[in-house]
């Protein structure tokens, strides 16, 4: 019953702070006050909510969006709105629960019908519900619905007692600055109200909430009011309600929401307000004609429609749309910031060393050899001794030469869509050059993306044109044909399977060089680099399957119960039986680490997602870089995050290294904040393991200590 209410009173409050695009709770909770300044607005608002979450709970529609507030915040914009505009008595009552029901059969179908294209609903269900009801009560009286005789439609209606009207007036007369009044008024227009004293209360929830989303609502504002004075559309002033509900608005969507901030989007947040303008002005005419306010109809007409001009675009360039939603302008943009430098896997076909052992990089990009114009994403590799050399004596035959006929692996999976295997193998120093390539295999791994391989041995391919293959099979042998001087082998990626194609550049995605781990790099001429040797007990530690257990305990008797699963895009996470607690990861048999975390950081399982954020299973040192955390109440970071879509000052470091020990291995782990080139260290922990896994974790934290033995039913 708890977990009930607990679920229901934060799906409500969602319903009132994702009008700012927003899932705080601290702003929820500010906007529920705010509303209740016109008691009569607010109450029939609250009433209009908590009907429609019992009504979507009961039909079981999805409840992640009923939780996030989607299929009600359109229903509470009505209950405001009809207590805005008409007064109570028995026919208020009745039409708003028939309005409430329209609404929100609106909100889902629209929800359903636009989220096939990943477009939002925004307000469009509640503008088109009111406007049915103030069609049909301006057309048949004998409905009951009595409208409000203010003139002031948006005005502050309040039957509170004096002091807190007195209190109102004190506010709405500061002596401040004319358009800072004008934007506090307008930030409470969103809830239908023309009063100083909520717009400061919403600011400083928005202000919480986001600092983003605050500068943008700023912008909105001031690029609003200069276009107004410059063309004079409206000699007296922009209403506040248009001034808030379609110009910050859209603003603060298109600036910080649907896109990641930057300074691009920025430029289009102050790019949208003539936009929007032209929308208002042509929209409020015609539907002037039937007497009907435009409310917020332009705001959703130019961010669907400008939201969907951008994902009509073939690439996404340097302006990004934001794919995963996080409600946070900030977070988006530190998780995606952070995702770009992590989160290569996702982003890159993973493709691994074409042979064997360790081999040194002859000629890299830009070579100064023949990895030129076009040809110029190319590597030539060759096996050297210790002393560098690349052959024994006398090196006159190719055979003398350390990598001629060395098995050739096949980079990645794929079908093999060329071989030629024909070609004589040069005299050392000589070349092929009517026949450039030599001995060739390409393979066709995804649409666009094909490797070769070249100068090969004659006759030593094993493929044949359309065979399949798998990523370290043997392909064929290094050799000497083509133009090749002395033996070595040459690959590169290209989008087409023709020989002699442009090149592509693109990196392999696991490598040792130098004992150091590198992921997603392309190596340099000069390197040597192999394939990582990965340690069996790091191995077999941090193979997580789902259907995996771990009981946790501290040293204070607190239990964590962690269970491995899979959702439906095949990412994998630890869920906290306790606590529902979830932390992604990925383990691609090269590196294993985590990629998001969801619930109670106060848990046993934040911790582990800390301190095992990246594990490479080959043993080297790591070094990594956390996301930064907006999602707490951090005034610290404050500045930052105003800034952050411009630059970046503050970050967190992890890393770790690995230690044998007798029965196993230690992973001695360490985090850092960073502001500048300032370092305070946050978080050191070691993870203990043998041969049946993790057996055991310590923490020091926060000037605490803390001792955790792992237990699972794997043995």
């Not at 890159?348 to 830009?366: E, I, K």
């Not at 050392?428 to 009517?434: F, R, S, Y």
């Not at 109670?600 to 956390?626: E, G, M, P, W």
């Amino acid at each position: 019953m708890k977990k009930q209410l607990q679920y229901y009173l934060n799906a409500a409050l969602n319903s009132y702070a994702i009008l700012f695009f927003s899932q705080n709770k601290i702003l929820g909770v500010l906007l529920l006050v705010v509303s209740m300044f016109n008691l009569n607005a607010g109450f029939s608002g609250l009433i209009c909510v908590s009907c429609s979450l019992i009504l979507v709970n009961v039909l079981k529609f999805d409840r992640e969006n009923i939780k996030s507030g989607l299929y009600s915040f359109n229903s509470l914009l009505l209950g405001i709105g009809f207590g805005t505009f008409f007064n109570f008595n028995l026919s208020f009552w009745f039409w708003l629960s028939a309005a409430c029901l329209l609404c929100v059969v609106l909100s889902v179908n629209l929800t359903s019908f636009l989220g096939k294209y990943a477009l939002p609903t925004l307000s469009i269900p509640f503008i088109i519900t009111f406007w049915v009801v103030l069609i049909a009560a301006s057309a048949y009286p004998g409905m009951g619905l009595m409208q409000k005789s203010s003139s002031l439609l948006f005005e502050l209606n309040t039957d509170a007692p004096s002091h807190f009207t007195k209190l109102c007036h004190f506010f709405d007369h500061l002596k401040i600055p004319a358009y800072a009044l004008l934007f506090f008024r307008s930030v409470s227009a969103v809830l239908f109200q023309n009063s100083v004293l909520a717009g400061i209360l919403i600011s400083i929830g928005v202000f919480i909430h986001s600092r983003i989303a605050f500068s943008l609502l700023l912008t909105g504002f001031i690029t609003a009011c200069l276009v107004n004075n410059i063309n004079g559309t409206y000699p007296d002033g922009i209403s506040n309600y248009y001034l808030g509900a379609n110009f910050m608005m859209i603003s603060c969507a298109i600036g910080g929401f649907f896109l990641i901030p930057s300074w691009r989007s920025y430029c289009w947040a102050i790019v949208v307000v003539p936009f929007a303008f032209l929308v208002l002005n042509g929209l409020s005419r015609v539907v002037g004609m039937y007497n009907l306010p435009v409310f917020s109809m332009p705001f959703c007409l130019a961010g669907i429609g400008l939201l969907y001009f951008f994902m009509l675009r073939k690439g996404q360039g340097k302006l990004q749309l934001t794919t995963l939603q996080n409600y946070s302008p900030e977070t988006n943009l530190y998780q995606f910031l952070n995702g770009e430098e992590r989160l290569k896997d996702f982003k890159y076909f993973n493709l691994g060393l074409p042979f064997m052992g360790a081999w040194t990089v002859s000629q890299g990009y830009d070579g100064e050899i023949t990895h030129k114009g076009d040809w110029q994403h190319a590597l030539d590799f060759v096996l050297t001794d210790i002393d560098g050399k690349s052959y024994e004596l006398p090196g006159i035959r190719p055979e003398d030469y350390y990598c001629f006929n060395k098995p050739v692996l096949a980079a990645a999976d794929g079908i093999v869509q060329e071989v030629i295997c024909h070609i004589d193998d040069n005299i050392i120093g000589q070349v092929n050059l009517e026949q450039n390539w030599g001995n060739t295999i390409v393979i066709k791994h995804a649409e666009y993306l094909f490797t070769k391989v070249s100068h090969l041995k004659k006759n030593s391919t094993k493929v044949k044109v359309g065979d399949k293959v798998k990523q370290g099979d043997i392909i064929g042998l290094c050799g000497n044909s083509g133009r090749s001087p002395e033996p070595h082998l040459h690959f590169q990626v290209q989008a087409t399977p023709y020989i002699g194609s442009k090149t592509l550049a693109y990196p392999f995605a696991y490598f040792s060089s130098a004992n150091n781990s590198k992921s997603f790099q392309i190596p340099k001429a000069g390197e040597i680099i192999q394939k990582p040797e990965i340690n069996p007990h790091l191995k077999n530690a941090f193979h997580f399957q789902p259907g995996y257990i771990g009981v946790i305990t501290d040293d204070k008797g607190k239990k964590e119960t962690w269970e491995v699963f899979t959702d439906a895009f095949n990412a994998t996470y630890f869920y906290c039986r306790e606590n529902q607690a979830v932390a992604y990861f990925v383990n691609n048999a090269n590196v294993f680490y985590f990629t998001r975390f969801y619930g109670d950081k106060r848990s046993i399982l934040f911790l582990f997602y800390q301190s095992a954020y990246k594990i490479n299973l080959s043993a080297h040192v790591t070094t990594d870089y956390y996301a930064i955390d907006a999602e707490q109440f951090k005034p610290s970071l404050w500045l930052q995050d105003l800034i952050a879509p411009f630059f970046i000052f503050s970050q967190n470091i992890y890393s770790n290294y690995i230690t044998p020990k007798n029965d196993g291995l230690s992973i001695t782990a360490e985090v850092q904040k960073q502001i500048f080139n300032h370092h305070k260290i946050f978080l050191n922990a070691k993870i203990y393991l043998d041969s049946r896994g993790i057996t055991g974790m310590e923490f020091e934290y926060k000037n605490k200590k803390l001792k955790v033995k792992w237990e699972t039913n794997f043995v």
